[in-house]
C-alpha cells in the first residue's frame, strides 16, 4: 500500500473510540513478530557489549528503560546481564501478559546466542527464565523483577536524584516531540548518577518506507516542516525527522558528554539525498550528515 494511502486510513483511527484497547486487540490476534524482536536483540546486544567493554558489569546497577512497548525484552536482558533493579516507564501501559508470554518463548529459541553474548552462565539464564510466573502480569513482572511505570511521564520521574546508573531505549526517541526530549534528558539528568550511562538507538529513517517501497528512507526529509506537521494527525505514527546532529546537540545541551558514538552514515540514504530535494530546515545540510538512518549513541553525565 501506499504510504499516503496507509497514511489517510491511519488518521481516521484516532477517531475511534478505545484506540489503544483495538491495538492491544490485534497485537494479541496477530502472530509475534520474530523479526522486530530479533531486532530488538541485536540493536541492545551491540550497545551492552560496549557498555561490558567500558567495564559497566551491571552488578549493584539500577536500570531504566524509556518506552516499555509491547514486549519486555530489554527488561529481561538487563535483568540477565546482572542488574539488581531494573525499572520500565512508559506514557501507555500497553504490556501484557499475553506479550510477556511471547516473549520469554522467544528467549528460550535464543538461548545460546543470549547466554554467549551476555556472557552469563547457563544456569543463571535457565534459573531466571524457569523462576517466571504465569499466572498474570503482575505476577510475571514480580517474578522477573520488573517495576513498569506506566502510565507515566518520564519527564516527571517518581525516583531521586541520582539513583539510576543506566537509562536505554530502543527506537524510541524518533517518536518524540524535540522539546519533549529536552525535557526527557534533563529528567535522565537528575536521576542519573554522575558518570551514569545513557544509552539510545535512534530509527532515523522515514518509517512510512518500511511499508511503501517506492519511496527512500529520507523521503520525509522533502516537506517543510508546516507540511509535515499537517501529516502528523495520529500520535501513534509521529516522526520528528531530527537528524544524528541534532541528537547529538540536544544531548550535549543537557549536561552530557558523548563518551561513544557507533552510528554510521547510511551510503545508500546519502545517494538518495542527493537526487530529491530536500526542505529548506536541511537544505544546507550535506547529505552525509543527514543520511545517518540508525543513530546509536551512549552518553554520560558530566559531574
Same mark, same amino acid.
Request: hydrophobic share 35%; charged share 25%.
Given at each position: 500500500m501506499k504510504w499516503?494511502?496507509?497514511?489517510?486510513? *491511519?488518521?481516521?483511527?484516532?477517531?475511534?473510540?478505545?484506540?489503544?484497547?483495538?491495538? #492491544?486487540?490485534?497485537?494479541?490476534?496477530?502472530?509475534?513478530?520474530? =523479526?522486530? %524482536?530479533?531486532? &530488538?536483540? *541485536?540493536?541492545?546486544?551491540?550497545?551492552?557489549?560496549?557498555?561490558? %567493554?567500558?567495564?559497566?558489569? $551491571?552488578?549493584?546497577?539500577?536500570? !531504566?528503560?524509556? $518506552?516499555?512497548?509491547?514486549?519486555?525484552?530489554?527488561?529481561? @536482558?538487563?535483568?540477565? %546481564?546482572?542488574?539488581?533493579?531494573? !525499572?520500565? &516507564?512508559? @506514557?501507555?501501559?500497553?504490556?501484557?501478559?499475553?506479550?510477556?508470554? *511471547?516473549? &520469554?518463548?522467544?528467549?528460550?529459541?535464543?538461548?545460546?546466542?543470549?547466554?554467549?553474548? @551476555? $556472557? &552469563?552462565?547457563? #544456569?543463571?539464564?535457565?534459573?531466571?527464565i524457569d523462576g517466571l510466573s504465569f499466572s498474570g502480569l503482575e505476577s510475571f513482572l514480580e517474578s522477573a523483577s520488573i517495576t513498569y511505570l506506566a502510565p507515566c511521564d518520564a519527564r516527571k520521574l517518581p525516583l531521586p536524584a541520582e539513583s539510576v546508573d543506566l537509562v536505554i531505549s530502543n527506537n524510541v526517541l524518533e517518536h518524540i516531540p524535540p522539546e519533549t526530549i529536552t525535557e526527557l534528558f534533563r529528567e535522565f539528568h537528575r536521576v542519573l548518577k554522575t558518570k551514569g550511562k545513557m544509552v539510545h538507538t535512534i530509527? /532515523?529513517? =522515514?518509517?512510512? #518506507?518500511?511499508? =511503501?517501497?517506492?519511496?527512500?528512507?529520507?523521503?520525509?526529509? *522533502?516537506?517543510?516542516? #508546516? %507540511?509535515?506537521?499537517?501529516?502528523?494527525? /495520529?500520535?501513534?505514527?509521529?516522526?520528528?525527522?531530527?537528524?544524528?546532529?541534532?541528537?547529538?546537540?540536544l544531548i550535549l545541551g543537557c549536561g552530557f558528554s558523548l563518551f561513544h558514538d557507533l552510528s554510521v552514515v547510511d551510503e545508500a540514504l546519502c545517494a538518495a539525498l542527493k537526487t530529491i530535494p530536500v526542505c529548506s530546515k536541511y537544505g544546507d545540510v550535506p547529505p552525509e550528515q543527514l543520511a545517518i538512518s540508525l543513530s546509536r549513541i551512549i552518553a554520560e553525565k558530566e559531574p
Open positions: 499516503r494511502h496507509r497514511l489517510f486510513l *491511519r488518521t481516521l483511527l484516532p477517531f475511534l473510540p478505545f484506540q489503544y484497547m483495538l491495538r #492491544s486487540l490485534k497485537r494479541r490476534l496477530t502472530p509475534f513478530n520474530q =523479526d522486530n %524482536a530479533e531486532g &530488538v536483540l *541485536r540493536y541492545t546486544f551491540i550497545m551492552m557489549k560496549q557498555l561490558r %567493554a567500558d567495564g559497566f558489569t $551491571g552488578t549493584g546497577t539500577t536500570a !531504566l528503560e524509556l $518506552g516499555t512497548g509491547w514486549e519486555p525484552q530489554i527488561p529481561l @536482558l538487563l535483568n540477565l %546481564a546482572g542488574c539488581d533493579k531494573v !525499572l520500565s &516507564v512508559d @506514557l501507555h501501559r500497553l504490556l501484557d501478559f499475553t506479550s510477556c508470554r *511471547r516473549t &520469554v518463548d522467544f528467549f528460550k529459541t535464543k538461548r545460546e546466542h543470549i547466554i554467549e553474548t @551476555l $556472557g &552469563v552462565k547457563a #544456569s543463571s539464564f535457565d534459573r531466571y530509527d /532515523n529513517a =522515514d518509517h512510512w #518506507s518500511y511499508s =511503501d517501497r517506492t519511496i527512500s528512507q529520507g523521503n520525509f526529509l *522533502r516537506y517543510e516542516e #508546516s %507540511a509535515w506537521q499537517r501529516l502528523q494527525k /495520529n500520535p501513534i505514527d509521529y516522526q520528528n525527522r531530527l537528524r544524528h546532529f541534532e541528537y547529538c546537540r
